[in-house]
C-alpha cells in the first residue's frame, strides 16, 4: 500500500481512457498524509472497486501514480506489469494504452503515438466490433497529433473516434461532446471560426442533456464559444456566453 495519498488540486478534461471501459480525467493532485481520513476512504472505495483481483496490483499501483502526476513511477509499474504478461494476453490492449498516455503526459509524443498504434492494432484484432474502445483509442492519438501541430491528422483520428462511437451510441452519447470539443478546437487553432464554432455548440448540446446546470465542462463549453464569437467579431454574443 502506498504511505500516502494526493489531495485534489486541479483537474482538466481529457477523453483518455484509464480504464477498458471508461474515460478518465488527467488529474493534478498535491501529497498528503494517509492521516486525512476522507481522502483514504476515498482511495480505498477506488481500490476496492477497480482492482478486485490479485494480479492487477501493478496496473493499479500505475494508475494511482499516473493520477497523481508520477508519470515516471506509473511507467515503471506499467512496464514491470508488461513483462509479466505472456505476447498473446488480451490485456495488453489495455497495457499499450496505459504507456502511451504516460508518454503523452511526458510530452514524448512519437514515443505515445506508437503505444496508442499498438494498443489500437490489438484492439482491432482481438475486438473489432468494441467501437467504443476503439473509438477512444483514435480520439487518444488525435490529441497527440494536435499537440504535435498536425491538424489534419488530428482531425482524421477525431472523425474516426465520432464515426464509431455513432456505430455504437445514439448521436448524443456523452463521450462525442469531448469529441466534438476536440474538433472545434482545431477549427479554432486554424481560424475556421464557423467551423469550431458548429462543432462547439453540437458539444454543447450534448452536454447539457447530461450534465448539472452548474458542471464547470458546461462553462468551459460557453467560454469557448464566446471566444469564437469574439474573434468574429460578435461581441455582445461573446458577453452572453461569457455571462
Not at 204 to 232: F, T
Amino acid at each position: 500500500m502506498l504511505s500516502s495519498i494526493s489531495r485534489l488540486n486541479e483537474i482538466s478534461h481529457d477523453q483518455s481512457s484509464l480504464s477498458a471501459d471508461a474515460t478518465m480525467s488527467i488529474i493534478r493532485m498535491t501529497l498528503c498524509s494517509d492521516h486525512d481520513n476522507d481522502l483514504k476512504q476515498l482511495y480505498d472505495h477506488h481500490m476496492k472497486n477497480e482492482y478486485d483481483r490479485e494480479e492487477t496490483n501493478l496496473l493499479s499501483l500505475g494508475d494511482v501514480t499516473y493520477r497523481m502526476g508520477k508519470f515516471d513511477l506509473a511507467e515503471k509499474y506499467y512496464r514491470r506489469w508488461l513483462s509479466e504478461l505472456p505476447s498473446n494476453d488480451p490485456s495488453l490492449c489495455v497495457l499499450y494504452e496505459r504507456l502511451g498516455m504516460v508518454a503523452d503526459a511526458k510530452g514524448e509524443y512519437d514515443t505515445s503515438l506508437e503505444w496508442y498504434q499498438k494498443s489500437l492494432e490489438m484492439k482491432m484484432q482481438t475486438r473489432p466490433s468494441d467501437h467504443v474502445n476503439i473509438g477512444n483509442t483514435h480520439n487518444n492519438i488525435g490529441n497527440v497529433h494536435r499537440k504535435k501541430g498536425d491538424h489534419s491528422r488530428a482531425l482524421e483520428s477525431y472523425n474516426r473516434a465520432v464515426s464509431l462511437f455513432k456505430q455504437a451510441h445514439d448521436e448524443n452519447h456523452p463521450h462525442l461532446a469531448g469529441f466534438y470539443n476536440n474538433i472545434g478546437i482545431i477549427y479554432r487553432e486554424e481560424n475556421k471560426y464557423f467551423e469550431a464554432l458548429d462543432f462547439y455548440e453540437k458539444s454543447l448540446g450534448i452536454q447539457e442533456k447530461h450534465l448539472p446546470p452548474d458542471h464547470p465542462d458546461l462553462g468551459a463549453s460557453y467560454n469557448n464559444i464566446g471566444i469564437v464569437h469574439s474573434c468574429l467579431g460578435h461581441y455582445d454574443l461573446a458577453l452572453d456566453h461569457y455571462n
